[in-house]
């Protein structure tokens, strides 16, 4: 089959590979139809979540059709269509049975790598570097799902792959940051960076009773794509200080809660982002935690700060005094996918969100190294790119 590999950094190739076989009884083989390069791709990309090899297949945003069931498989069958989240889960241990999926104590065969880099290890996720196990991702012409049982949300009511194919991913963790947020009527919510799940955050801010959004980034287009999802605007390199341009906007109070929908890579101007440039290209600091750092500053006191940009390692700097003084929350986590799929199917049902808004860029899976450059480099207009095989 055709899959989308990681050749080293800033490089990948459509490259023919051995097709995936089933391994355990609980398996089923996805022949993917649709998949998308997510911005969490662009730090395997770029280098900077480790541990990858040459090969590796990327993707972990994809769906399809069952083509091959194990034995043990009790669901699915061959021919039905399914979205699957990009969290592999077991369904049985503790924190699945705590509906905490992204925590699956069972999934990871590397947990000794992840234990060392983390303290704890995470569960397993599709294409996503050999900390998080090393399964082959959805950029390719089919897919190994272990725990099929468990994880792939079956599309019964007709709708075409462009509807429900961000339930992988970008929709339920655009969801879960707004909803760490604890949103009371009346409450304004401010979201770094409007990239997908940033646009994503702000629909379900939304919808889940904020009065405001502002939302902050750099390029016009994404602000107005932010805008017409419902956010007041702010683009960072108009201001000295975006944590008091934000608390300006909100009578200086700041807002009630905070979302980071940017994480490690995040750009910003002036000595900060030199030296936190400087740090990572030193390997002193893994990651440049500049949006969280004005999310910090900047929320009111009492408020809620909510991390769903991906962050790998150490960062520096980051103002502890601040959380602590000011009582802040800080609440994280890769999404529990496998939590949200079906309430926000439902939602797509009912028309109070239409994921399509999104999608910017169609192609080939062929041309996936092509959408890699231009999401990579924000050209012409690049808010999402959907592959289809
Ligand atoms: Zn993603
Ligand atoms: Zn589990």
New binding site residues.
């Given amino acids: 089959m055709k899959a989308n590999c990681w050749m080293g950094k800033q490089k990948v190739e459509v490259r023919d590979v051995p097709d995936p076989q089933i391994l355990n009884s609980g398996d089923a083989i996805v022949r993917i139809t649709s998949t998308a390069i997510c911005g969490s791709d662009l730090h395997l990309y770029n280098g900077y979540v480790k541990p990858m090899k040459k090969g590796d297949i990327l993707g972990h945003e994809f769906m399809g059709e069952v083509v091959e069931v194990g034995s043990g498989v009790r669901t699915l069958k061959v021919g039905d269509r399914v979205v699957v989240p990009f969290t592999i889960?077991?369904?049985?241990?503790w924190?699945?049975r705590h509906q905490n999926w992204s925590l699956?104590?069972?999934?990871n065969p590397n947990v000794a790598l992840a234990e060392k880099m983390l303290g704890h290890s995470g569960?397993a996720g599709f294409g996503y570097s050999h900390l998080t196990g090393g399964f082959a991702g959805g950029q390719a012409e089919y897919a190994r799902v272990p725990f099929a049982d468990v994880g792939p949300l079956k599309i019964e009511n007709g709708f075409s792959d462009e509807q429900v194919l961000f339930l992988s991913d970008i929709l339920p963790t655009g969801h879960m940051g707004a909803e760490m947020c604890d949103i009371r009527p009346g409450d304004t919510v401010a979201v770094w960076g409007c990239g997908p799940v940033g646009l994503f955050a702000i629909m379900s801010a939304r919808l889940l009773g904020a009065e405001r959004v502002i939302a902050i980034d750099r390029f016009e287009y994404r602000l107005e794509m932010a805008r017409q999802c419902g956010a007041e605007t702010l683009n960072y390199e108009t201001v000295d200080s975006v944590s008091d341009a934000v608390i300006e906007l909100t009578a200086g109070r700041g807002p009630d809660s905070c979302i980071d929908a940017v994480g490690l890579e995040a750009h910003g101007d002036g000595l900060e982002y030199a030296v936190d440039k400087a740090k990572q290209a030193l390997k002193i600091e893994n990651d440049r935690p500049i949006a969280l750092r004005q999310a910090i500053t900047a929320c009111r006191n009492g408020g809620t700060v909510s991390v769903i940009g991906v962050y790998g390692g150490l960062v520096d700097a980051l103002p502890m005094g601040t959380v602590m003084n000011r009582s802040l929350t800080i609440k994280s986590g890769q999404c529990h996918v496998h939590r949200y799929m079906r309430p926000l199917l439902e939602h797509i049902e009912n028309g109070d969100i239409d994921p399509t808004v999104v999608i910017t860029h169609r192609m080939k899976l062929s041309d996936a190294p092509r959408g890699y450059d231009i999401f990579l480099n924000k050209q012409d207009g690049c808010e999402k790119v959907v592959l289809s095989t």
């Fill in positions: 889960a077991c369904g049985a241990c924190q699945c699956c104590e069972n999934s569960s």
